[in-house]
C-alpha cells in the first residue's frame, strides 16, 4: 500500500510496460514482458475493466495463454461546477473502484472522461460497487467523492469549492533551497476530500492551489537527503489531530519550511550465530508512518553491508528480508507495539543494538549489525473439486491475522515470498513463515474458486509436504427482487457477503457496502426481475 503514491499520481493512468489490441478472434501478444510478476489492465468500451494483480509470467506462457473474461458495464454520468462560477469544463475526471480490502488501495483500475462545455462527463464500462471518483484540475488540487455507488440513481455532481492556496518555500542547512522535494497538502474530512500534491523549483518555491480554507489533516514535506516535515508523523496514526496546526484562510496562505538533514543508518546482515555476511537483503525503515508509502530502504553488498539515508527523527525498525530467511525477533505483533507505543523518538536514545532504532537528533548516525536466519519450506498438490491436479496454479503464502485489520496491514509491510506456479503434476515448493507465525498456502487458478490450506506454523528449518489446496467451483444463485405488492424490479443491487459468527450490525454493513453486486435485469416475456450470481463460495 503506498497512499501518497496514489495521491501524486491520481490523475496519471498507470504506466503500461507493454500493450496490445485483441483481434477479430480475442487474441492478443504481448512482446515485451521478460518472466515476472505482473498487473494486467483490460479495456473495452462498455465493458468493465478489468484488472488481473500479481501474475506469475514465465516462459511457457507461449503454451498456456492467459484468459480475460470481460462482462458488461455501468455508465456514470456527472457534472462539475464551480462555486459562484458555474459549469467547469476541459477538467479531467477520474473513478476507481473502493478496494475491498484497505490494504488492496492500488487505484489500478482507474477510468477517464473529460467535461464538456457545460461541464457534464459520463464514465464508461464501470461495474457495480462502490467508486471514488474525482476531479483533477491541471495546477489545482484534485477534490473526490468517496461514496459514490454503481450503478447510480442520479447524476454525480462534484463542485469544486476551493477558496484559498498555499505557497512558500522548503529550505535545508543554511537556508539553503530545497528543490524538487515533494509537498502534501490534503483535507481528507467528510465525504470529498480535497487532496493538493505539488513539488518545489528550484529555489523550492512551491504553491498548492484549490484548497478549501480551514484546517489541514495532512501537510507533509520530503526530498531526498532530509528527514521529513513535520519530524512526529505518528500522531497521523495515533489520534494526536495530524497536523490542524495548519489552517488555511480564503485567499493566500503561506508555510515555509526548513528540513532538517536526514540520518544516516547503516550495517551489516549476517547468518545468525555466525560472522557470514549475507548479499542480497533487503533492509528498510519500517514506521507507521510507512502506511503512506515510500519506504527507505538498501540492498546489501556482497560483503553484508547497508547504507540508508534520509531517515527521518523517531523510532523504527529495520525489516530485513531475502527470501528463504526470517529476521528473528520481528514480526507483525512487534511492529504493532512499536506502532502503540506511538513511533515518536523524543527524549528517548538509541540503544545501539537489535531492529529498534531512535533518530533524536538531524544528521545522526547509526550503526546496526542484523542477522537473518535460515526459514522454513513447505511442498504439497493443488487439486481442482474433482481431486485431479492442477497445472499452472499460482501458489502464494498468506499470513493469518484472525480478522485485525490493522494487524493485516501491518502484515502488508513485512515481507512475503514471491507467488510460486504449479508444475505440470499440480504440486508446488513455497518458503514458508516466520517462527510463530500462523499462515496458510492460497491457489488460485482461472475458472476456479480459491482454495486455501489449513491453518499452519513453522519452525525454524521446518521441510513440510504433503500440504493439499483444494480450488473450489462455486455455486450459481438466481433470484426474484419485487416490492411488497409483488411487482418487479429491475436495477436492484443484489450483495452477498460471507457472515461469520461474531458478525455484528456495523461489520455487517461494511461488508455488504464494499460486496461486489449484482443487477437485476428485465425479461420482457415474464416482467420479471431476476438476478444471477455465479461462482459463489459454498458455506
Request: proline content about 6%; overall charge neutral.
Amino acid at each position: 500500500m503506498d497512499i501518497l503514491r496514489l495521491l501524486r499520481e491520481l490523475p496519471q493512468r498507470p504506466a503500461a510496460v507493454d500493450s496490445a489490441v485483441t483481434g477479430a478472434e480475442g487474441k492478443f501478444e504481448l512482446k515485451k514482458l521478460p518472466p515476472g510478476r505482473y498487473d494486467f489492465i483490460v479495456e473495452k468500451t462498455a465493458f468493465q475493466m478489468k484488472v488481473e494483480n500479481g501474475l506469475v509470467i514465465t516462459p511457457e506462457v507461449q503454451t498456456h495463454p492467459l484468459k480475460f473474461v470481460m462482462t458488461r458495464g455501468f455508465t456514470l454520468d456527472g457534472m462539475v461546477t464551480r462555486v459562484n462560477a458555474g459549469p467547469a469544463p476541459g477538467l479531467q475526471v477520474v473513478a476507481f473502484r473502493e478496494p475491498n480490502n484497505p490494504a488492496d488501495f492500488q487505484a489500478l483500475d482507474k477510468t477517464f472522461a473529460v467535461t464538456d462545455e457545460k461541464g457534464a462527463f459520463r464514465l464508461d464500462g464501470l461495474g457495480g460497487g462502490r467508486y471514488v471518483v474525482a476531479v483533477s484540475p491541471e495546477g489545482e488540487a484534485s477534490v473526490a467523492d468517496t461514496d459514490v455507488t454503481v450503478p447510480a440513481k442520479k447524476p454525480l455532481e462534484i463542485v469544486l469549492n476551493g477558496d484559498s492556496w498555499l505557497e512558500g518555500t522548503v529550505t535545508g542547512d543554511g537556508d539553503k533551497p530545497v528543490g524538487d522535494a515533494q509537498v502534501y497538502a490534503c483535507n481528507f474530512e467528510g465525504r470529498v476530500p480535497t487532496v493538493g500534491t505539488t513539488r518545489t523549483d528550484a529555489a523550492g518555491h512551491y504553491v498548492v492551489r484549490g484548497l478549501k480554507s480551514g484546517p489541514l489533516q495532512l501537510f507533509l514535506v520530503r526530498a531526498e537527503g532530509y528527514g521529513d516535515f513535520p519530524e512526529d508523523l505518528a500522531k497521523l496514526f495515533m489520534g494526536g489531530g495530524g497536523n490542524s496546526e495548519t489552517k488555511l484562510v480564503p485567499g493566500r496562505n503561506e508555510k515555509n519550511v526548513t528540513l532538517g538533514k536526514g540520518a544516516i543508518v547503516r550495517g551489516k546482515v549476517l547468518e545468525k550465530g555466525t560472522d557470514t555476511p549475507i548479499a542480497g537483503a533487503r533492509v528498510e525503515i519500517g514506521t507507521m508512518a510507512a502506511f503512506l508509502g515510500g519506504r527507505r530502504g538498501a540492498t546489501t553488498a556482497t560483503d553484508g553491508t547497508f547504507e540508508i539515508t534520509s531517515v527521518p527523527k523517531g523510532t523504527a525498525v529495520l525489516l530485513v528480508s531475502k527470501e528463504g530467511w526470517f529476521q528473528p525477533g520481528v514480526n507483525a505483533q512487534s511492529v504493532m507495539m512499536l506502532a502503540m507505543s506511538g513511533g515518536n523518538g523524543g527524549a528517548a536514545k538509541d540503544s545501539g543494538k537489535g531492529a529498534t532504532i531512535v533518530v533524536s537528533e538531524a544528521g545522526e548516525v547509526l550503526e546496526r549489525s542484523l542477522e537473518l536466519a535460515h526459514g522454513s519450506s513447505l511442498s504439497g498438490t493443488v487439486t481442482g473439486p474433482d481431486g485431479a491436479t492442477v497445472s499452472r496454479a499460482q501458489v502464494s503464502l498468506v499470513s493469518e491475522t484472525d480478522g485485525n485489520d490493522m494487524m493485516a496491514a501491518i502484515g502488508g509491510m513485512l515481507p512475503s515470498p514471491e507467488p510460486r506456479l504449479t508444475d505440470a503434476d499440480g504440486h508446488f515448493e513455497i518458503p514458508g513463515p516466520p517462527p510463530a507465525q500462523k499462515a496458510r498456502v492460497v491457489a488460485r487458478a482461472q475458472g476456479y474458486l480459491d482454495g486455501k490450506s489449513d491453518v499452519l506454523t513453522c519452525n525454524a528449518g521446518d521441510t513440510k509436504a504433503d500440504i493439499a489446496v483444494k480450488l473450489r467451483q462455486g455455486a450459481t444463485l438466481t433470484g426474484r427482487v419485487h416490492d411488497p405488492e409483488g411487482h418487479a424490479l429491475e436495477g436492484a443491487l443484489v450483495r452477498w457477503v460471507a457472515l461469520k459468527d461474531d458478525a455484528n450490525k456495523w461489520a455487517l454493513r461494511w461488508q455488504l457496502r464494499s460486496a461486489t453486486p449484482t443487477v437485476t435485469d428485465a425479461k420482457a416475456s415474464s416482467g420479471s426481475r431476476t438476478w444471477r450470481r455465479a461462482s459463489s463460495p459454498s458455506r
